[in-house]
């Protein structure tokens, strides 16, 4: 199957990033490319780091950017290991960060890497086939506790504690090997009248799959890391799908503009800490109409933008 993946807010990103023609950017969840490939457009003596923890999607943008394939540096990998990964490329600094944390039309339309409720397939989610850690094994060996707390933060459903109950209900009968085993035991543990409002797997479905890939913990401990790379002047833009993704991001960016921690009644600072640069989005950038007419799956996507500070 062809790679496909909707590069969201495409215009609005490129914008953002203020591209210099000599600069070093970084991609950090590479896709099928289609950000980067507006980028290298762009560059002349520059040069991007792409990184992705999918395979299909580092051969699918190696091909899409063939044409750029002296500009370009493709690394397999998650980006929350971007620092040391370029650390080994000899690159220290980079003049914009770009994040799009959406998964792909691709993961999400192929059937056998089981992220999708529409498909019955074998429940496995993971973005690296090369980690351990399955859909299956959450689904079938996480205590009932913890599928509560999974689907109820990670998934924010109303029905999370009778969902979980299910799930270690049915699978005492036998292990829920597939994605449709999974979908009828949600569809119980949901009310008739309450499935009316979308598919009643769908937070399910996304929870179990932040969880099998670690995906707010990578983005937790990475933020940090991304500031510091950026040389002076360097932009950071990030593109969220998810409300916890958005609060981090938001969080994160809020302390490394102002990371005093001085009590507000103290009329100097004397903490000492200095601000690392200025969110440059106050409030987050929202798809265009246009745009959400031609893909829908943008309707959640926030664009929140970082400057670092000039010396």
């Given at each position: 199957?062809?790679?496909?993946?909707?590069?969201?807010?495409?215009?609005?990103?490129?914008?953002?990033?203020?591209?210099?023609?000599?600069g070093?950017?970084?991609?950090?969840?590479?896709?099928?490319?289609?950000?980067?490939?507006?980028?290298?457009?762009?560059?002349?003596?520059?040069?991007?780091?792409?990184?992705?923890?999918?395979?299909?999607?580092?051969?699918?943008?190696?091909?899409?950017?063939?044409?750029?394939?002296?500009?370009?540096t493709?690394?397999r990998?998650?980006?929350?290991?971007?620092?040391?990964?370029?650390?080994?490329?000899?690159?220290?600094q980079?003049?914009?960060?770009?994040?799009?944390?959406?998964?792909?039309?691709?993961?999400l339309?192929?059937?056998?890497?089981?992220?999708?409720?529409?498909?019955?397939?074998?429940?496995?989610?993971?973005?690296?086939?090369?980690?351990?850690?399955?859909?299956?094994?959450?689904?079938?060996?996480?205590?009932?506790?913890?599928?509560?707390?999974?689907?109820?933060?990670?998934?924010?459903?109303?029905?999370?504690?009778?969902?979980?109950?299910?799930?270690?209900?049915?699978?005492?009968?036998?292990?829920?090997?597939?994605?449709?085993?999974?979908?009828?035991?949600?569809?119980?543990a949901?009310?008739?009248?309450?499935?009316?409002?979308?598919?009643?797997?769908?937070?399910?479905?996304?929870?179990?799959?932040?969880?099998?890939n670690?995906?707010?913990?990578?983005?937790?401990?990475?933020?940090?890391?991304?500031?510091?790379?950026?040389?002076?002047?360097?932009?950071?833009?990030?593109?969220?799908?998810?409300?916890?993704?958005?609060?981090?991001?938001?969080?994160?960016?809020?302390?490394?503009?102002?990371?005093?921690?001085?009590?507000?009644e103290?009329?100097?600072?004397?903490?000492?800490?200095?601000?690392?640069?200025?969110?440059?989005?106050?409030?987050?950038?929202l798809?265009?109409?246009?745009?959400?007419?031609?893909?829908?799956?943008?309707?959640?996507?926030?664009?929140?933008?970082?400057?670092?500070?000039?010396?």
């Amino acid at each position: 199957m062809e790679f496909k993946h909707y590069s969201v807010m495409l215009r609005e990103t490129i914008e953002y990033l203020n591209i210099k023609a000599d600069g070093t950017y970084l991609d950090g969840t590479l896709g099928g490319g289609g950000h980067a490939w507006e980028v290298c457009g762009r560059l002349e003596k520059g040069h991007l780091y792409g990184i992705d923890q999918d395979d299909a999607a580092i051969a699918a943008a190696g091909r899409r950017l063939a044409d750029f394939a002296d500009k370009v540096t493709l690394i397999r990998g998650n980006y929350s290991n971007a620092r040391a990964a370029l650390g080994e490329q000899g690159v220290w600094q980079v003049d914009g960060i770009l994040l799009d944390l959406g998964v792909s039309s691709y993961q999400l339309d192929t059937q056998e890497r089981g992220f999708s409720y529409r498909y019955d397939s074998p429940l496995d989610m993971r973005m690296d086939r090369r980690q351990a850690l399955t859909a299956r094994d959450i689904v079938n060996t996480y205590s009932e506790a913890q599928l509560f707390h999974i689907i109820r933060d990670f998934g924010e459903d109303t029905f999370a504690k009778n969902i979980a109950k299910h799930i270690v209900q049915a699978r005492e009968r036998g292990p829920i090997e597939t994605t449709g085993q999974l979908n009828e035991v949600i569809k119980a543990a949901i009310p008739a009248k309450m499935r009316q409002n979308g598919h009643p797997s769908k937070k399910t479905f996304q929870a179990i799959r932040i969880e099998c890939n670690h995906e707010l913990e990578a983005l937790k401990d990475t933020l940090e890391d991304m500031i510091a790379l950026l040389a002076p002047g360097g932009r950071f833009c990030i593109i969220t799908f998810h409300s916890l993704e958005d609060r981090i991001v938001k969080t994160a960016f809020k302390k490394a503009e102002n990371p005093c921690t001085c009590p507000p009644e103290f009329p100097v600072c004397v903490c000492g800490r200095q601000s690392l640069g200025s969110v440059i989005t106050r409030k987050p950038v929202l798809p265009g109409q246009e745009e959400l007419a031609e893909n829908s799956r943008s309707k959640s996507a926030k664009l929140r933008v970082f400057e670092k500070k000039e010396k």
